[in-house]
C-alpha cells in the first residue's frame, strides 16, 4: 500500500484564507449568527461570464480547486472527489419557490441543473477537461471525510496518482430562517470569541470551500501524509473515549503520540459535550485546537479543520485565534482530528508530518 | 484482475413490484408500472406519465411501525423498505455480528417534504421536524437505524443519475479494501414536484409511454423506486456458509466532461467507464451475454449511450435491454434496482425485453432485445449515466 500525501491546500471561509503565503494572521472577529466568506477575486480564476451563471458554491468550489491545481503545479488529475451536504442549496430554494409561487409555470432549467449534488465536481471537470473518476459524498457533517476516505483508498491501490479532493457548502436564505426556527441556528449573535462560552443552544453558520490536491508521490512542497479517515454514523458520548482509543491503536498510536488535536467544537451547549469530554479527561494533556468561531458551522466544515491541520504541520505554527488548551508541542509531527455534527456522523482523521 | 465481490441479499420496491418476486414477475409478463400521476397534486397530472409505487407513505410507515412523530421522507420511508428486505433475504439477523456498513444514493433527499412545508414551516409548528431530514444524508441515517448499524461507515452518494451504481462501486472497493466485512449498498428517490418540474424544464419527459432506443422516441418518464444489495467479504461467506446470488464483478466510473446536463454525441465518458470496468472485471468485451442499457428514452442518452456501445463492442454489441419502459428512470434509485434486475437475469438465465421499441435509429442499426429471451448467461454489463457528465458501468457475473 503506498501512503497518501496532501501535496496542495486550498481554501475559501469567512477568513482570508484563499491566500496561501499566510496562515490566520489577521483574523476577521464575527458578531453573529450567520457568517460568510471573503469572496476571492472570483475573476482572477474564472470568466466573467461563465462567473455571473454560476451558483456560489460552484464559483468557490471552482476556485479553490484552481488555487489547489496551482500550487501543485497540475493542470489534471486522475480523479475529482467533493463533499457537499447540501449542493447548491440557493438554486434548490430558487426552484422550489418557483414551483411553489408561480404554480408549476414559467420554470427555467437553470436552478434545477445546478441543484444537482454533484454540479460543483461537474463543472470542476468540466473546467479542465477530466474524464476520470468523478464522485460527490453527500453526508451531512462527514460528506468530506467521505471524499477523503475514497481518494485515500485509491491512491493507496495505485488506482490513481493525483486526487482533487474537496468539500464545498453555501449559505442560502430559506435554509438560515428554517434553521433559525428550530434553533439549529443560534438565537442571539455571538462574538467569535466567545463561541464555546455562549452557553445556548444552536450553532453560527458558516460556508466555504476547501480543496486537497492527494498524492501517492511526495513532492517538495507535501503538506503531510494522511494516516488514517474513519466515520461513524452514531456514537455515544460513553463510547467515544473507546473509539478514540482504538482508531489510534489501530495505526499503533497512543494519546501521547497526538501533538495537537483540531476539534469541531460549534459552542452548541447540548453537543459540545461529546468534545468536552475528551478535551478534560482522554485528551486534557494534548494540545487542543478550534475552529468552527472562524468558519462557522456548515456540512463541510471539517475540510476547514483538515486544512488547518496541514497548514499547521507544514508551518510547524499554531496560530494563536485557534488554540484551546494546553502548550504548543516542540515539533506538530501527528495531528488528530474529531468532528461530529449534532451528535451524529462523527469522524476521526489523522495527519502526519513526512 | 481479483475476485468478484459476493452480492448475498436483494430488496426492491418500484412501479413493478413491492418485492424481488414481484418485480421478477412483472419484467417476465411484460407488465409496465407507468400510469399517470395519482400520488403528487401537480398541474401536469394530464401531461406526464410516471412509474409510481403503489404504497402511499401510511402504509409504507405501518410497515416500519414508525409513530406519529416520525419525520421520514418518501425516499427514507422507501429505502428503509427495500434495505430491510434485502438483509432478511441475507438471513441476516444482527446487524453488528459483523463490520457492516451502509452506502446509499439519493438525488432528492427529503425534497418532498421540503416542497410540501417551504412556507408553512414559518406558521405551523408540528411540521417543523421535517427542517432535519431535507438534506440527502437523512434518508441514508434511518435507513441505517431501521437495520441497527451502530457506529460503523454510513455514507451517501449523490451523483444524479449514477448514484446507486456508484454507491454499489464504492461498497465494492470498501470491502476490496477489507475496511467493512458487509455493506448495504444501493439508493432510493421518492417521486417529487421538484424533479417532475425540473425535467420538464429540460424538456426530455415524455407525456406518453417511454420508448427506449426508438427513432422516435419522446423522452423519458420519471419513476420512484428503492433498490439494495448486501455484499459480503469472501470470509463472511465462508464462514457463515451463504448462497452467494452473483458477483459484482467489475466497476467503472467516468466523466464525459462534455455538458453539464447532456452526454457527449460520441459517448465518452460511457465508453470509458465500461471500458474501466472491463478492466476491472479482467473481462474482453466478448465475454459479456448481456447489457442492461441506461437507455432512458432521451434523444440524447440514447444516441450516445448507443454509440458507446458501438465504440466498446464493435460490430459484437451483446443483447441489450432497457428496463427503464417497465419502471420508468428513477434517478438515484436506477442503478440500485437495475443491479437487482441484472442478478435476476443471471439468476435465471433469461433477458428481459426492451418494451416499446418499433424502430432503429436513424443513426445506427442497433436493435434491443423486444421479446423475452432465454439464454445461458455469465455476465451482465449495467450502465448508469447523469447529470454532470457522471457515467459508471457495474459488470455482474455469475462466477467469482
New interface residues.
Partial sequence: MKPVYINSVASISAQRTFDNSVFLDDIIAYTDNVIRVVDPNYKEFIPPAAARRMAKGIKMGVTASKIALQEAGLENVDAIITGTGLGCIADSEKFVSSIIDDNEEYLTPTSFIQSTHNTVAGQIALGIGCKGYNFTYVHSSISFESALLDAKLQLENEEAQNILVGGVDELADHHIKIHKLVNHIKVDVVNSKGLLESGTEGAVFGEGASFFMLSNEKRENTYAEVLDVTTYNSLSEQELPNTLRSFLQENNLEIADVDIVVMGNNGDVNYDKYYDTLSHELLKNTSQTYYKHLCGEFNTASSFGTWMAAKMIKTQHVPKAIKLRGVQPSEIRTVLLYNQYRGENHSLVLLRRC | MGKGVAITGMGIISAIGNDVQENYSSLIESKKGISRISKIN???RDALMVGEIDFTNKELEQFLGLDANHNYSRSALLGAFAAKQAISNANITNTNSYKTG?VSA??V?G?DK??QY??E??ENKEV?KY??G?????S??KI??QLG????????????CSSAA?AIL?GA??LK?G?LDRVIVGGTDGLS??TL??F???MIQSDTYNTPFDENRKGLNLGEAAAFLVLESDDVVLNEGKDVLAYVKGWG?????????ASSDHG??AT?AMQKALKVAGLESNEIDYINAHGTATPNNDLSEGRAFLRVFRDKVPDFSSTKAYTGHTLAAAGGIEAVFSVLALQNNVIFPNLNFKNPMKEFHLKPQTELKKKKLHTVLSNSL?????CSTLIFSKEA
Fill in positions: 401537480t398541474v401536469h451502509l439519493t438525488t433527499g425534497m421540503t416542497e417551504y412556507y414551516y414559518f417543523q427542517i432535519e431535507h438534506h440527502a444524508g437523512d441514508t441515517q441505517a437505524e448499524i451502530h457506529g460503523s461507515l454510513v455514507t451517501t452518494i449523490s451523483t444524479a456508484n464504492f472497493r470498501l479494501a475496511k414536484k421538484f418540474n425540473g420538464k424544464t429540460l466510473n467516468a466523466n464525459d466532461a462534455f455538458h453539464q446536463t465518452d465518458g470509458l447523469g447529470f454532470g457528465g457522471n
